[in-house]
């Protein structure tokens, strides 16, 4: 493998080596977009591993096409999505390092302006978790 395409990307962080990770891992959650080709392959067409996005409306859908089309899930054995937030939840808690049984977990968004706003709302609500700016991260005087 050649190390310069990790090593000159500008995503590279030179500082991180050597930092010591809970359960040595570095990304807790990442959306990849799978597509089936014709040739049966699956092939990444995406990958935010920094900001991974898009299961907001994946559940959104979910929900409204149970409503609508109840019999559907009955028929095919659709998997349920149900627990996903409750997940999630349990996923992000599991890596933090306070010793309380619920930790503080919050969802940073950059605001109501942001294309990705219903996500954040969305995900932080179904997760029982506050939503946050950077702003609110800031103590008072």
């Given at each position: ?5 990790i ?18 891992v570095w990304?807790?959650i990442?959306?990849s977009?799978l597509i089936k080709?014709?040739?049966g ?11 991974p ?12 096409m149970?409503?609508?089309f109840?019999?559907l ?5 659709v998997t349920?999505?149900?627990?996903y937030p ?5 996923n992000l ?6 010793r309380?049984?619920?930790p ?7 605001g109501?302006?942001n ?10 609500q179904q ?14 005087k």
């Amino acid at each position: 493998m050649d190390e310069s395409l990790i090593l000159n990307s500008s995503a590279y962080k030179k500082y991180c080596i050597g930092m010591k990770l809970k359960f040595n891992v570095w990304a807790q959650i990442c959306g990849s977009d799978l597509i089936k080709a014709e040739d049966g392959k699956f092939y990444v067409l995406e990958d935010n591993l920094r900001v991974p996005s898009g299961v907001s409306y994946m559940l959104e859908n979910r929900m409204i096409m149970k409503k609508v089309f109840p019999e559907l899930f009955l028929q095919y054995g659709v998997t349920s999505i149900d627990a996903y937030p409750t997940k999630l939840y349990e996923n992000l808690a599991s890596f933090s390092y306070s010793r309380s049984k619920k930790p503080e977990i919050v969802l940073l968004t950059p605001g109501v302006l942001n294309s990705a706003y219903f996500e954040h709302s969305f995900l932080a609500q179904q997760m029982g978790i506050d939503l946050v700016e950077g702003r609110d991260l800031i103590r008072g005087k």
